[in-house]
């Protein structure tokens, strides 16, 4: 009997041996790991720092240029030629405006800087605006585009124009891009109310606090189910077209 206590207790003593170096090299390998995942916080902090202050850099000059491609669009002695090339000219620039702040909106959402600013603005003429730019680039690719909006939604919504706009246009941009022919739809409507059971029978009235749905449907190719989660990744582009088709894989993200 007083064997088996000693052997067992000797047992007992290897495991909390064992145990304590497991938690020693577990501590150890934490402390690695914080030290790893601050060097790697750092390094990227100083990536969307530099990027951001590029994009600054960048910007400065490319407005300039673009200013000045204003004046000389006002310069009634250009003959057809030259003013081609101005537009030329001005077309690439706002092109490369736009690459250069999809670049530091980018870094603005690594670094945690992305605000939102918030207002009430005319809704009607923001949609407006938005199908007008893209019924033009569905008519240089010959399909065909139709929004249905519905005529209940409000004047007047609070968010952010600016961020909307972008997203929107980025979408609809995209469903036209890959579209070689067919269609895009832009579809805007209330999000289905949830009706409290006490108001049954009661027509809801429209408010700033019900969310509006955006959907647009094109003919396009689609993307695979397993491709999907890999969207919102910047810089990167899923499908074939990817090969064959000009971006940065920003404008989702």
């Not at 204003?70 to 537009?87: C, E, F, G, H, Y």
């Not at 620039?93 to 250069?100: E, K």
Request: charged content about 25%; aromatic content about 6%.
């Amino acid at each position: 009997m007083g064997e088996d206590y000693e052997q067992l207790l000797k047992e007992h003593n290897k495991l909390l041996k064992r145990i304590d170096l497991l938690v020693r090299l577990g501590d150890r390998q934490q402390g690695q790991l914080r030290k790893l995942k601050d060097a790697a916080e750092t390094a990227n902090l100083a990536k969307s720092e530099f990027i951001a202050s590029m994009s600054h850099e960048l910007r400065t000059p490319l407005n300039g240029i673009l200013g000045f491609t204003q004046i000389l669009k006002r310069d009634k002695s250009l003959n057809p030629q030259q003013r081609d090339a101005v537009n030329t000219i001005e077309q690439s620039g706002r092109h490369l405006l736009i690459l250069i702040n999809d670049v530091l909106d980018m870094s603005k959402i690594e670094a945690g800087k992305m605000e939102l600013h918030l207002h009430d603005f005319h809704f009607s003429n923001f949609l407006k605006s938005i199908i007008d730019i893209i019924q033009i680039q569905a008519k240089h690719k010959n399909i065909e585009f139709q929004s249905e909006i519905n005529v209940s939604l409000p004047t007047a919504v609070n968010g952010d124009e600016t961020r909307l706009r972008q997203l929107l246009v980025n979408l609809l941009g995209n469903a036209v891009k890959f579209t070689e022919q067919g269609f895009v739809n832009f579809r805007v409507s209330y999000c289905e109310h949830t009706s409290n059971p006490s108001q049954e029978g009661i027509e809801h009235a429209p408010s700033f606090e019900d969310k509006i749905r955006f959907e647009i449907e094109d003919s396009g190719p689609g993307i695979k189910t397993d491709e999907l989660e890999t969207i919102f990744e910047p810089f990167k582009q899923v499908g074939a077209q990817r090969y064959m088709t000009e971006g940065t894989g920003l404008g989702l993200p």
